[in-house]
């Protein structure tokens, strides 16, 4: 089910490369069944190239604006520390605000302005485990339970790995979510007191990988 540490930043790099070739393909195919131009509207092409060199330059000028805006706000930088003793410390972006999820319980989490991007932190509920369970569970066994709830609420190819989050092996459980485009990855880690940590990410697919980053370099269990 968890599959080899080593290969876990190229599978969830595989499968948001291939979600996206799979929409890119889809927009191609929509383009392709376009009508043929009639001659007047080839006219109208031929004539609009012949701009002037003035304003060829004007349109790469602004081409260029565009390129520069759009790779700024894909650009994930940490500079604030978050989170709380017995629960687990991350660095998230300045600009990100504390964000509750209507069901998120007693979750602790971060997101950027547009609600899309965040981080979430807890401890696994030992509560909801059957007693005569509880001293044989573990972080696996936590990361199976988020498995399973990840499918039942719709998540779409499931994968598993072993990694290392602050110094231990931690159970990793990664996902896509079709309905939003929302890809998600979780990390299940004992403490050396043996209290289950639950971390996770979620985002589109132009910052997933950054904000799995920053969980992966920055996450500890104290400040």
């Known amino acids: 089910m968890f599959v080899d540490a080593r290969k876990t930043g190229t599978c969830l790099f595989a499968l948001i ?3 996206s070739l799979t929409a890119c393909g889809s927009n191609k195919q929509e383009q392709s069944e376009s009508p043929e131009p009639t001659k007047e509207e ?24 565009t390129s520069t805006t759009t790779e700024s706000s894909t650009t994930v930088t940490a500079n604030q520390r978050v989170g709380a003793e017995g629960i687990g410390f991350v660095d998230v972006p300045a600009d990100w605000v504390t964000f509750k999820d209507t069901a998120g319980g007693t979750d602790l989490q971060w997101s950027d302005l547009t609600g899309t ?21 573990d972080a696996k066994r936590a990361a199976e339970s988020v498995w399973i709830s990840i499918e039942s609420n719709g998540g779409e190819d499931v ?10 092996t931690a159970y990793q459980v990664y996902c896509f979510y079709p309905t939003d ?3 998600l990855v979780t990390w299940n880690v004992a403490d050396d007191a043996g209290v289950i940590h639950y971390v996770s990410a979620e985002g589109p697919n132009t910052t997933i990988m ?14």
């Open 42 to 65: 080839t006219a109208q092409v031929t004539t609009g190239e012949e701009a002037t060199g003035q304003e060829q330059a004007d349109t790469q000028s602004e081409a260029e604006s």
């Open 117 to 137: 991007s965040i981080v979430t932190m807890n401890t696994f509920d030992m509560e909801s485990v059957p007693e005569e369970e509880r001293a044989s569970f």
């Open 17 to 19: 490369l291939s979600l």
């Open 210 to 223: 950054d904000i799995v980053a920053l969980v992966e370099q920055t996450y500890a269990f104290t400040e």
């Open 159 to 168: 994968t598993g790995a072993e990694v290392q989050l602050a110094g231990k």
């Open 181 to 183: 485009g929302t890809f």
